[in-house]
């Protein structure tokens, strides 16, 4: 597995989708995963250290985990299938270990907020990591990037079609860098 940080948040500035950028730890590959824009601002929130006047759904469900003895230590990038992501909270409760079904989006708001490590399966990272060949710009030998999140907030038109790396190129080169980029913070 690689371990990996929440890079930043980004946006394109012409269609308004979001993207979590994860880089790997000691590397320079990128795996963009597309977000909702809930989820987007959850997690740009904190990276900004700033605290909603009313806790987010994620706040309280790191409280309950912290009221009932339990710790996120790990979120695992676990799959990739027909465009969509796959992730696992791994909870330690005692002796015991839990693993739990999430969407990457949730796991990656969680993980920030109790510094728990991001891992990506290698077989993810090879089939969908990127790598930025300067600020905004993607390599155009990089695999295909892929999606995740539900069919409605696909900004491919058909979740089948093979995905066009080019679409994708051109978002990153479309986003606004300074709104969204929150910087590397570790895990």
Same mark, same amino acid.
Not at 57 to 68: A, H, K, S, V
Not at 87 to 91: F, P
Not at 119 to 146: C, K, P
Not at 162 to 176: A, C, E, K, Q, W
């Given at each position: 597995?690689?371990? *990996?940080?929440?890079?930043?948040?980004? @946006?394109?500035m012409?269609?308004?989708?979001?993207?979590?950028?994860?880089?790997?730890?000691?590397?320079?590959?990128?795996?963009?995963?597309?977000i909702?824009?809930?989820e987007a +601002?959850?997690?740009?929130?904190?990276l900004?250290g700033?605290?909603?006047t009313? %806790?987010l759904?994620?706040? !309280?469900?790191?409280?309950?985990?912290?009221?009932?003895g339990?710790?996120?230590?790990r979120?695992?990038i676990?799959? !990739?299938?027909?465009? @969509?992501?796959y992730?696992?909270?791994? !909870?330690v409760?005692?002796? #015991?270990?839990? +693993?739990i079904?999430? #969407? %990457?989006?949730?796991?990656? *708001?969680? =993980?920030?907020r109790?510094? *728990?490590?991001?891992?990506?399966?290698?077989?993810?990272?090879?089939?969908?990591?990127?790598?930025?060949?300067?600020?905004?710009?993607?390599?155009?030998?990089?695999?295909?990037? $892929?999606?995740?999140?539900?069919?409605? +907030?696909?900004? =491919?038109t058909?979740?089948?079609a093979?995905?066009? $790396?080019?679409?994708? #190129?051109?978002?990153?080169?479309? $986003?606004?860098l300074?709104?969204f980029?929150?910087?590397?913070?570790?895990?």
């Open positions: 597995m690689i371990e *990996a940080t929440v890079e930043s948040i980004r @946006v394109s012409v269609t308004q989708n979001r993207v979590v950028i994860l880089r790997e730890v000691g590397g320079n590959r990128h795996l963009p995963i597309w909702g824009s809930y +601002e959850a997690i740009a929130l904190e900004q700033v605290a909603p009313r %806790p759904p994620y706040d !309280l469900m790191c409280t309950m985990l912290e009221e009932l339990a710790d996120l230590d979120v695992v676990t799959d !990739l299938n027909h465009k @969509v992501y992730a696992t909270l791994v !909870l409760v005692g002796d #015991r270990t839990i +693993e079904d999430a #969407r %990457p989006s949730d796991a990656l *708001a969680l =993980a920030i109790s510094d *728990a490590r991001i891992l990506i399966e290698d077989a993810v990272m090879e089939s969908a990591s990127i790598t930025m060949v300067d600020e905004g710009t993607v390599d155009q030998t990089e695999s295909d990037i $892929l999606y995740s999140g539900s069919p409605q +907030e696909n900004p =491919a058909d979740a089948d093979t995905p066009d $790396l080019g679409v994708f #190129r051109d978002f990153i080169n479309s $986003l606004d300074d709104d980029d929150k910087g590397s913070r570790g895990s």
